[in-house]
């Protein structure tokens, strides 16, 4: 998922995109544990989506206490 596309959703649409990435993310990894290692590159991007959406909530955040 790129910046922009995640800066373009609004606040209750990134919080659903979060849950979403942490539930994908906890059955990938339960799967890795598993000993299938097929999702190493999903699971890398998916914590990289997911670090994108904490930052672009973050920079909101912060937005509103400046006003």
């Not at 790129?2 to 959703?9: C, G, H």
């Not at 994908?24 to 989506?49: E, H, N, P, T």
């Amino acid at each position: 998922m790129k910046v922009q596309k995640v800066r373009d959703l609004d606040t209750s649409e990134l919080q659903q995109q979060l849950r979403t990435i942490e539930e994908q993310l906890f059955r990938l990894q339960f799967q890795m544990s598993m000993g299938q290692m097929d999702g190493l590159k999903k699971v890398r991007a998916m914590k990289k989506d997911r670090a994108r959406i904490f930052t672009v909530l973050r920079e909101r955040e912060l937005a509103e206490e400046r006003k």
